[in-house]
């Protein structure tokens, strides 16, 4: 089966740099997605990554290394609308047309003034 | 464009009742997806499917059934509701390629008593 793990919680404050680290154990991994949620709202996504290295999107970035099974998302210049929950999903299966997410159980990240 | 939308927004059944949670998205995507969502948790995937005609069993697929009626609906159905049920469902969906996003519409909350 698939499973991730991912820290429950992470506090940080204001301007600084957070990382949400994320491991994970699957067969037929495709690539190692980040998703953010507000409140219960509507997960949105954030970044993928299907090769080794580091992705950049703006104050986010993510980095998967596969021979470790492990990727992390990198938050910069942290802002309060940032708190929320933070998801880690893996990219699954034995088709690339019947691609599915198992999801982590998230990172709450609170950001204080 | 309205992305992916659920109706309804919210539900309350009694152990038993049957329902029909309905979704849509017009963005011409191939795959779709319900999960459910319990507090404190992340997203669990109930069903797939990754092209109109097909569905395929996700991580917790018992006490439900699917129905993609067609590229753009794709709608979840529990015959014998149960508490166990009372959950926050989305319904995503997803275009093959480089970038694995996946689209999610507002969630549906459900309540069985």
């Known amino acids: 089966g698939q499973s991730l793990e991912q820290p429950s919680e992470v506090t940080a404050v204001e301007g600084a740099i957070v990382q949400i680290n994320c491991t994970y154990q699957?067969?037929?991994?495709?690539?190692l997605s980040w998703y953010q949620q507000h409140d219960g709202g509507a997960p949105t996504f954030l970044s993928y990554?299907?090769?080794?290295g580091l992705e950049e999107t703006g104050r986010f970035s993510s980095f998967l290394s596969r021979s470790d099974s492990y990727g992390y998302l990198l938050l910069q210049e942290l802002q309060m609308k940032d708190s929320a929950s933070y998801f880690c999903?893996?990219?699954?299966?034995?088709?690339?047309?019947?691609?599915?997410?198992?999801f982590g159980d998230g990172t709450t990240l609170t950001v204080k003034p | 464009n309205a992305g992916v939308t659920q109706t309804p927004k919210f539900q309350v059944l009694k152990t038993g009742q049957s329902m029909t949670l309905q979704c849509a998205q017009d963005m011409n995507h191939n795959s779709m997806y319900w999960y459910r969502q319990d507090p404190g948790m992340g997203l669990r995937l109930i069903y797939y499917s990754a092209s109109e005609g097909t569905t395929d069993k996700g991580e917790v697929p018992n006490g439900y059934n699917v129905s993609r009626l067609n590229k753009r609906e794709f709608s979840l159905r529990l015959e014998s509701a149960a508490p166990s049920q009372t959950s926050v469902y989305f319904c995503?969906?997803?275009?093959?390629?480089?970038?694995?996003?996946?689209?999610f519409g507002p969630g549906t909350r459900l309540t069985v008593t």
């Open positions: 995503a969906s997803s275009e093959e390629g480089t970038i694995y996003e996946q689209y």
């Open positions: 699957t067969s037929g991994f495709y690539g």
């Open positions: 999903a893996v990219r699954s299966g034995h088709n690339t047309n019947a691609g599915k997410s198992t």
């Open positions: 990554n299907a090769l080794d």
